[in-house]
Each structure stands twice: as structure tokens, then as C-alpha cells.
């Protein structure tokens, strides 16, 4: 469930990674090359990559209750959590979890391109038919639009996306008090889907302050800005391990 594309025991702090719909744990495949004293973690859900023989889950509450098991037992030192769009509400509701089952909490939650939880769900259309559904990844530098030119992709990868997108827009919130750590955001200059205004809302969830930080690119800064975004979450956590 859980992937460390380079794991390092001796780091002083892990970084939980959750991956935009559709997306894997390699998303996050480079990541501990910018982050020297992190230990990077990834979700790697079932349907996706290694584990594509794998039914693919479709309610929030299915993930985070598969994930936290292992983590548990990973848990072992400091932990933050960052999530991209769908991966952004997981970890949000990954981090709930946890503070209800083991009592623990993140030294901070990063949200990438991910409205409020408490915002309206987004327009069904997960159970669109295929090419239906492929056409509404409208944004030209979306790495999903690949679907659409092969018909052997869009078999192996859509059923996954496909639930993911059911995970995000059958998703319900309910409130529970604010999370004792900081919260940061961050949104692209050009994102269609999600803004300023959509990520503001997110200082409701928590006691310990936040802030948000606006990068250039479209929805998906997380790949055509990777080196700025890494350079921005390695400067939140650096207070952390330093």
C-alpha cells in the first residue's frame, strides 16, 4: 500500500505522499533526490502500476482504511503528509484518521490543487462512457490525456481513474474539530479547476495556522514544476528536520 522509492531509516522525518487521480506512487519516484534528509513514502493504490491486477477501490473511507495498518507500523519517527488534487483530500482524511486512531498528528499537511473538503463535489462524470470521460481531462498538459490516442491504456489505466474520480465526487464531509498542525496550500496561476478561493477555505481545518503559495503552471504544477514545488516543500520541512 504504501512505496519508498528510496527508503532511508535514518532520516528524521517522512513525508506521506498521495497522487493525483489515476496516478501512482511513482509520481513521487524522484522526489528524494531533492529531499536529502526526507524519507518519501507514496500511496500506491490497487489498479495502478504494480498493483494493476488489483480491483481499485471507489470510497474515500475504503482508502484510508486499507492505508493505515501499514503505517502504523512505519510510524516511527515524524511524519508530514502531502497530497496532489485527490491525493490532497486523502491525505487530509488520512491524517484525521490518525489522530483518532493512534492519537498521533503530522508535523504539517501540505494540500496541492485540492478545494476544502467542505467545498461542493465536483461534477460526476465517472460513469460517463470512456471516451466521454477521457474528453473531460480537458487541460492539454494533462499526463491522463495519453488515454485517449491508445486504446490499450485506456483499458489497463481507466478503470482506476475511473475510481478515483468516484472516490472524489462521491465524497461527503464531515466536520470534526481543526488538526493541531499547520496547513499549507498550493495552487497553480493557471489551474482551471482549482484557485485561490478554492484553497483558502482550507484555514478552517486547522488550530495551527495557514498559509498557501501560488506556483506557475497549470493544475498539474506537481510534473511541469516539479524542481519548484520540491524547492517549496523542502523549505517547509527543512524547520522540521533542521
Known amino acids: 500500500m504504501w512505496v519508498a522509492p528510496e527508503p532511508r531509516p535514518a532520516a528524521r522525518l517522512i513525508l506521506l505522499c498521495a497522487p493525483y487521480a489515476g496516478g501512482g506512487a511513482s509520481v513521487f519516484r524522484s522526489w528524494p533526490t531533492h529531499l536529502p534528509h526526507v524519507e518519501v513514502i507514496a500511496l500506491q493504490l490497487p489498479g495502478r502500476e504494480q498493483r494493476v491486477s488489483e480491483r481499485p477501490m471507489r470510497r474515500l473511507v475504503d482508502v484510508v482504511r486499507a492505508a493505515l495498518p501499514e503505517l502504523m507500523h512505519r510510524l516511527d519517527r515524524p511524519f508530514a503528509l502531502f497530497g496532489h488534487s485527490l491525493g490532497g483530500l486523502l491525505a487530509f482524511e488520512i491524517a484525521l484518521e490518525l489522530r483518532r486512531a493512534c492519537a498521533v498528528a503530522p508535523v504539517k499537511l501540505m494540500v496541492s490543487a485540492c478545494r476544502a473538503p467542505q467545498s461542493p463535489p465536483p461534477r460526476r462524470t465517472f ?18 490525456r495519453s488515454l485517449a490516442g491508445s486504446p490499450e491504456l485506456m483499458e489497463l489505466m481507466l478503470p482506476s481513474l475511473r475510481a478515483d474520480l468516484e472516490i ?4 461527503e464531509y464531515r466536520p470534526r474539530p481543526p488538526l493541531p498542525c499547520r496547513i499549507v496550500g ?21 488550530s495551527a495556522g495557514y498559509r498557501q503559495h501560488v506556483m506557475p503552471g497549470d493544475h498539474f504544477f506537481v510534473i511541469g514544476q516539479r524542481r519548484r514545488l520540491l524547492a517549496a516543500v523542502a523549505a517547509e520541512l527543512t524547520v522540521q528536520t533542521g
Open 186 to 206: 498550493y495552487y497553480g496561476t493557471d489551474d482551471q479547476q482549482v484557485g485561490a478561493a478554492g484553497m483558502a477555505p482550507w484555514a478552517q481545518h486547522t
Open 168 to 171: 472524489a465526487q462521491t465524497y
Open 127 to 144: 460513469d460517463l462512457p470512456d471516451r466521454e470521460l477521457v474528453a473531460t481531462l480537458a487541460d492539454p498538459r494533462d499526463p491522463r
